[in-house]
């Protein structure tokens, strides 16, 4: 079964002057504006063995753009594939010699259909081997930045708060919380503030973009972070709140109760995702489906968190 990840896109620049009607502008706007024309570049460093058998370093220039795209104007939602593509440092055989030479193949690619909610602000996509969710995630701000040259972007995968509660359950001692969180946009910006109108009030008064907040008591220390004081529970109600709407990222350290050193990072361990067969990876009806029971699934679940 192959992961289908949600990731959500954010506005971030100038934020905290934006109103909804500004969001919804800027989102048309860059609707309107994907194709298939433009690439992303950027230079890659790599080693690769030369014909002595020497290890060498250089840079790579790899492309990311987006191909096959379908619109659909009723919906607002974009399909299509995103593509890696880089020179590759491989072998092939000399059949004559019965050696293996250092060759290098000049554009091969990995690709990954994705489908694009405007009205949620969400991406939905699955990994390859050689593209997997960093890079995938990192080329859509910059492709979208290179669209819309005037707005940053920051995306972030949306969190499973199941696992994160799972994760506090394991870590019996928490020495090290590192989070970091962003101001939310239109699709979620209501809810948090009824949620934590002090959080998100510290966002437009300090006029700041991004906060990355570190607690941390010394790792000799065996009662690590009081989890039971009321300002640790409201701290991990925040960070729940905002990972699970794909506003932020965090990691912590500690030990479980063999006193083992775990650590657990919310993109790699408590991504939330729909599982799809393999051989659907590639269809587009498939990956529709299951974004949009997924996108259901999440507005649910947070409508029960704000009645609670």
Not at 48 to 60: A, I, K, L, P, V
Not at 127 to 140: P, V
């Amino acid at each position: 079964m192959g992961k289908l990840y949600f990731a959500k896109f954010n506005i971030n620049s100038n934020i905290n002057e934006i109103s909804d009607g500004d969001i919804t502008y800027i989102l048309n706007k860059l609707y309107n504006s994907i194709d298939d024309k433009k690439d992303y570049k950027k230079d890659v460093p790599v080693r690769y063995r030369d014909e002595e058998g020497e290890t060498q370093h250089t840079f790579n220039t790899e492309r990311y753009n987006f191909s096959q795209i379908d619109k659909d104007d009723e919906t607002k939602s974009i399909t299509g594939w995103i593509v890696r593509r880089m020179p590759t440092h491989t072998e092939e055989f000399d059949e004559e010699d019965r050696v293996s030479i250092p060759t290098v193949l000049d554009n091969t690619s990995a690709s990954t259909m994705f489908y694009i909610n405007f009205e949620e602000e969400i991406i939905t996509f699955t990994t390859k081997g050689r593209f997997g969710y960093l890079q995938i995630m990192d080329s859509f701000e910059k492709l979208f930045e290179i669209y819309l040259e005037d707005i940053s972007f920051k995306i972030y995968l949306i969190k499973n708060p199941f696992d994160i509660d799972e994760a506090l359950d394991r870590m019996k001692v928490v020495h090290k919380i590192t989070t970091t969180l962003i101001p939310p946009n239109a699709a979620n910006r209501s809810a948090l503030e009824q949620l934590f109108k002090e959080k998100t009030a510290e966002f437009k008064d300090t006029n700041i973009t991004s906060e990355t907040t570190t607690w941390e008591t010394d790792k000799r220390n065996k009662k690590g972070i009081n989890k039971s004081s009321e300002r640790f529970k409201n701290f991990i109600s925040i960070i729940k709140a905002f990972a699970q709407r794909g506003y932020g990222s965090t990691e912590m350290e500690g030990t479980n109760s063999e006193g083992t050193q775990i650590e657990f990072d919310f993109d790699k361990d408590a991504p939330y995702v729909e599982f799809i067969s393999d051989d659907n990876k590639d269809d587009r009806t498939t990956i529709i489906k299951a974004s949009n029971q997924g996108i259901s699934k999440l507005a649910a679940k947070r409508t029960l968190d704000n009645q609670s």
